[in-house]
């Protein structure tokens, strides 16, 4: 039988496989990229030296492309400011290892960067380091208390990256979290339970995940390392049992950091959420066309260190004056920097083939090639089947004719927040997830909820409200719950900065 599962590994393998016969002039990716302050950063590992190639970014459909703001340089090179969080495990079984957690510390200092001590064992616990200097660091490392008997690799993840998302940052900086784990848990050994954490990595490609397994060469589970090494597009290190010293571990990340190619581009940013259908495009010197095209993940829009999307209004012009504002309700020509609009009422083709649709400014080249086509094909096929998966592990349902036996239904009435199941009929047969995390039943848009606040569950004909996740305060009709509550219909939910209702 063809399960869903096996159509998104195969359909996965055909976009590889695509992606790797149209890029044959080189190989490449690019782990990290976002949007700041009007200024869209990207990160690309390359296989091969670019030698004076041109970088240029391809907007959308458009096939709009813009000039960098300057040549493309490695992170080492460009004067890039560059950050790690190092998210140390503080289980008991981690208490002989202690030793390979501070040499990776001890080599990673040498580097040019801010540093933050993170430990995890039931709980995520962010350690003061002070100004984040490498000596801060060693001292903050020095008072980790390996003594955990569970521990919570997914949720640490996600905390972990909740935080960096949040945090500060330096114009163009790249983000790093590192992992520290002897992976001996439960949780990891299992795979399927750091999904969310795999999601959650996946979405904001503005930090770069890197994992460090700790062996014992007695203890280890290669499946719980295997695991690991699935999380995120970083570098994936074994420490001992017959893989790398911890010093030699320390340094593959940082030369894995210094060595990607940056380029940054200024664009104006329309609408919310993230950029999509961007590329970036080699030229190699004196060339028309491009030699390597790279796919951008899709890159999230932050604004200092709130995260929160960039207004709607077009980015200044290089003279520093806004762009005035007109009654005319045509819309504007797009201008060199600016994604164009997503609808236009203009034909993409006129009759003498130079009407609608943006055109690239003067002296830029397009890139279509093959790589474009190909890769187009093997993205789509791999977001239909993802797009099978997800129904197929999601619980939430639209009310149809057919209704399981036994389900409730459910009407939805939000008071605050913003969710995406608002005013809809559903029906619960089993369990309703609630959460920020977009493959819960109940989806809200807050910053401030977490990805897996709490759910709702039906037993023995009664329902019954559960608090997943204690760093959000869980009310019902303003009563702090500290176990399952019953549930009545009309009863007011509270979750952090949602509230809502469900009348059955």
Known sequence: MVTPRRILCLSALLAVLLSASAGAAGE???????????????????????????????????DLTLPAEGPLARVSDAGTPVSYLLLVDRSN????????????????????????????????????????????????????????????????????????????????????LVILTDGVTEAVEDGEALEMARYR????????????????????????????????????????????????????????????????FSVAAQGEGSFGNAS??????????????????????????????????????PGGEAPAQTPDPAPPETAPGEIP????????????????????????????????????????????????????????????????PGAIRLHLEVLEGRCDQDGRELYLAGELTIGRDRRCDLVFRERSLPPLA????????FLFLEELDPRCETLLEGMRLYGPSRLRSGDVISMGPARFLFRF
């Not at 540093?115 to 490392?141: I, N, P, R």
């Not at 008072?143 to 008997?149: F, H, L, P, S």
């Not at 977001?383 to 939430?396: E, G």
Request: hydrophobic share 45%; charged share 20%.
């Open 341 to 404: 609009p997503a609808e236009t009422d203009a034909p993409p083709e006129s009759a003498g083939g130079s009407g609608g649709g943006a055109a690239a400014p003067a002296g830029d080249a397009l890139c279509l090639d093959p790589v474009r086509i190909a890769g187009g094909v093997g993205l789509a096929v791999a977001v239909l089947a993802a797009v099978l998966l997800l129904i197929r592990r999601s619980r939430r349902q639209d009310l149809g004719e057919d209704v399981p």
């Open 454 to 461: 709490g759910r709702i569950c039906l037993r023995d004909g």
């Open 93 to 176: 079984s981690m208490g002989g290892l202690s030793g390979n957690v501070t040499a990776f510390a001890k080599r990673l200092i040498r580097e040019e960067a801010a540093f933050s001590l993170a430990s995890f064992g039931v709980d995520f616990q962010l350690l003061d380091t002070g100004g984040g200097t490498g000596d801060e660091l060693l001292a903050a490392l020095d008072g980790v208390a390996y003594g955990e008997e569970g521990t919570d690799l997914p949720t640490a993840v996600v905390a972990a990256m909740d935080h960096l998302e949040a945090r500060d940052r330096s114009p163009g900086e790249l983000v790093n």
């Open 201 to 264: 990595v996946a979405e904001d490609p503005s930090v770069l995940v890197h994992t460090v397994g700790l062996a014992t060469g007695r203890a280890v589970s290669q499946e719980a390392l295997d695991a690991l090494a699935s999380l995120g597009a970083g570098v994936h290190t074994v420490v001992g049992a017959g893989g790398v010293s911890a010093d030699a571990a320390a340094q593959a990340v940082a030369r894995d950091v210094g060595g990607l190619w940056t380029a940054a």
């Open 280 to 317: 970036l495009c080699l030229l190699p010197e004196g060339a028309d066309t491009p030699s390597l095209r790279l796919t951008l993940p899709a890159v999230p829009l932050l604004t200092g260190g709130e995260g929160t999307a960039p207004p709607e209004t077009p980015a200044p012009s």
């Open 28 to 62: 490449g990716s690019v782990p990290a990229a976002f949007w700041q302050e009007g200024t869209l950063y990207a990160f690309a590992r390359l296989t091969e030296d670019p030698a004076g190639a041109e970088p240029r970014l391809q907007l959308g459909a458009a």
